[in-house]
């Protein structure tokens, strides 16, 4: 099963590939002179990014060179800084990772005892305030969110760093400090998206026979609910965690900015701003493929939620 979904993940890869470096083909008029800053450019600058970015050769001769260098972890060096791409990735990678890390700790045990508690007492008080709480985190966008907490918890409250980084590896508990703001910010909708489905499928599973001939043989409520129940419920859960990867990715772009991590976010907003193509690529590739491996990861997951996923 897992073979077959990374044949399948091949060919996605090369077509994203392809939009991806068609981004500079995209640019209205001469490519080089936009990126160079227009009209008032130097030609010697545009001769420059022309010989940079092979904008002398053939569009698909173009893209071969650049798809060479890419899958050998190099995509040439900024317009900006004159660094090797490769190497400011791997510097920021460790704090959009760790952020990362960060989010799913808090979405997944959530999400699981909202989900629980919701679904084993659907229409109960609790049941309906969690409904009520999760509609409203659902309509706040995490960038918002992100502003609200640095006002309550840094300038009014003053416990906790309004931006930085730092990495856990110096200081744990400073890395703490300053990750666990954006890491809420990120993970408040995840958490309300994803335990809404756990408790919608919790609700119909504990309906089924089978629960109740669990019930029946004098199964107690963690054989049931977590033996038998929650991996039939959890399905739908798993299929939107992995979509909401794409959005904690994009979402990521802007809480960096907010808090000011060093990380992927942060660097293609202002690679966006300088024009700098190579680096939008290759953050562009790198989430592409992030995606694909969540995708793979929820893919595996099925066949262990599902038996008969792994044989078909």
């Known amino acids: 099963m897992i073979a077959r979904r990374l044949l399948v993940s ?40 022309r010989e940079e970015l092979n904008l002398n050769d053939p569009f698909l001769v173009q893209y071969g060179t650049w798809l060479k260098g890419a899958v050998q972890l190099d995509f040439g060096s900024s317009l900006y800084t004159k660094r090797p791409v490769s190497e400011e990735l791997i510097e920021r990678l460790p704090a959009t990772t760790s952020l990362a890390a960060a ?67 110096e200081d744990p508990l400073g890395w703490f400090t300053g990750i666990i703001m954006p890491a809420v910010a990120l993970a408040a909708a995840g958490v309300a998206i994803v335990s809404r489905q756990l408790r919608a499928g919790l609700t119909d599973t504990m309906r089924s026979p089978f629960v109740r001939t669990a019930w029946a043989k004098g199964g107690d409520t963690r054989q049931v609910v977590v033996g038998h129940a929650l991996k039939n419920s959890a399905i739908p859960a798993v299929t939107v965690l992995g979509i909401l990867v794409g959005s904690i990715l994009g979402s990521t772009v802007i809480v960096e900015r907010i808090f000011s991590i060093p990380g992927v976010g942060t660097y293609i907003i202002v690679a966006v701003g300088n024009m700098d193509v190579p680096v939008i690529q290759a953050t562009v590739l790198l989430f592409v493929v992030a995606h694909c491996i969540a995708n793979l990861i929820v893919d595996i997951t099925y066949g262990y939620l599902n038996p008969k996923v792994r044989a078909a």
Request: glycine letters at 12%; hydrophobic letters at 55%.
């Open 103 to 169: 989010v799913f700790a808090i979405v997944i045990p959530l999400s699981l005892l909202f989900g629980i508690l919701g679904g084993l007492r659907p229409g109960g008080l609790l049941d309906r305030g969690l409904m009520f709480s999760t509609s409203v985190v659902v309509a706040m966008p995490p960038f918002w969110i992100g502003m609200v907490l640095i006002s309550i918890f840094s300038v009014r409250l003053g416990w906790l760093p309004p931006y930085g980084y730092t990495p856990f590896s």
């Open 10 to 49: 091949v060919p996605l890869l090369f077509a994203m590939s392809f939009v991806v470096f068609s981004l500079v083909a995209l640019i209205p008029g001469d490519a080089a002179t936009t990126i160079a800053g227009g009209s008032d450019a130097s030609p010697e600058t545009i001769a420059e990014i």
